[in-house]
């Protein structure tokens, strides 16, 4: 169908930028650079300023960033990772390819991984936290930080949903031993279609991420190691440079809508809205998510009002069944995937098409 307030602003964006998106392809193009070229080492450099690390290396998803960053970092077979179930599969996904065990905590009402859960949980054959910013918000890293220190433990950051959130000032994906982006389509910086990137300070994590990526060649002529096929495309840097220029613009209306969102919706009581940024959190808003009482009955009614609305996850990821993972114990995230919406959010949005979404969730309760 086609909605009134559609929940990704592809077509909006493309429309804003089509001379500046359109000029980018067309200039690499007429220059024949498709792959691993100056646009590639252009985004490269972007991003490592912009996050605060030494490095960034490029790839085609999140997904292998973080496949990547456990096999640069020794993650062994039968070494345990720590992670979150409330989050997209492929954070859990990465472990498993890795031939690691993972182990799943619960989060708390940010969701967010419960840091009081963690220590519970290690073993003497843990070996890294993957900690995970979920809906554009950093997780609680000092605690993390400390945890990790006390047990020896590496911290590898699912940052897929936090490129520009920041904890205690510091930005997403520079706290760890590595840090993974995604450049999906729908996310604050998206590509035309997949793209994903690793960032570290650690110059042996690099080297090892650029020799992943690329068959293992050190050079044309030597292999290093056994390799993927796992490069950005050169196109999806240079439009990526394009956007990078209106990144932190596209955050800051994003954080206006989500504002506008929490106070239009913040008194209904069948409903929580998100926490606010606080001294310690700087929030990007990938995603406005709400709780909500009545929720797939929520969703039909504005899917007739025109408004589209996403339900990720309605059954937890350890409840799938194929993946033997029904062991844990996760009460609060068996909850939340009961009570969780997304409403849309995007820098294009008007004040009309938020205003019309607020009135129809009011009018639904």
């Known amino acids: ?17 089509k001379s500046e998106i359109d000029g980018a392809i067309q200039d690499l193009l007429q220059r024949g650079d498709l792959i691993l070229r100056r646009d590639v080492e252009e985004f490269e450099k972007n991003l490592a300023d912009f996050v605060g690390t030494k490095y960034a290396i490029s790839l085609n998803s999140c997904s292998d960033a973080l496949i990547f960053s456990l096999i640069a970092s020794g993650i062994n077979p039968g070494d345990e990772v720590i992670t979150v179930s409330h989050t997209f599969f492929s954070t859990i996904e990465a472990i498993h390819h890795v031939s690691a065990l993972p182990v799943l905590v619960d989060v708390k009402d940010d969701f967010l991984i419960n840091v009081n859960e963690i ?3 290690i073993t003497s054959k843990t070996r890294a936290i993957i900690p995970v910013h979920l809906n554009g918000r950093v997780c609680q890293m000092d605690k993390l930080l400390e945890i990790a220190q006390n047990h020896n433990l590496i911290i590898i950051e699912d940052a897929a949903q936090a490129l520009g959130a920041e904890f205690n000032g510091k930005r997403a994906g520079s706290f760890g031993k590595a840090g993974c982006f995604s450049f999906y389509p729908a996310k604050v910086l998206g590509t035309l279609g997949d793209g994903g990137a690793v960032v570290t300070n650690d110059e042996k994590i690099a080297k090892k991420i650029h020799l992943l990526r690329n068959h293992g060649q050190e050079t044309k002529t030597k292999i290093a190691c056994y390799g993927f096929t796992s490069r950005l495309d050169n196109l999806q840097a240079a439009v990526l440079n394009v956007k990078f220029k209106y990144l932190e613009e596209w955050i800051k209306a994003r954080r206006q809508i989500a504002q506008v969102y929490n106070k239009g919706l913040g008194q209904i009581s069948e409903i929580k809205i998100p926490l606010n940024s606080d001294e310690h959190h700087f929030d990007v808003f990938q995603n406005y998510v709400l709780r909500a009482k009545k929720r797939d009955q929520l969703f039909d009614f504005l899917k007739n009002k025109g408004v589209e609305t996403l339900i990720k996850d309605p059954v937890p990821n350890h409840w799938q069944k194929e993946l033997g993972l029904s062991h844990f114990n996760l009460p609060y995230t068996e909850h939340l995937a009961k009570e969780v919406i997304s409403l849309p959010l995007y820098p294009e949005l008007t004040n009309k098409q938020v205003e019309y979404v607020i009135k129809s969730v009011k009018e639904f309760y």
Do not use: C, H, R, S
């Open 1 to 17: 169908m086609e909605y009134k307030i559609p929940f990704v602003g592809y077509k909006l964006q493309y429309k804003n930028l």
């Open 119 to 121: 220590e519970k949980v």
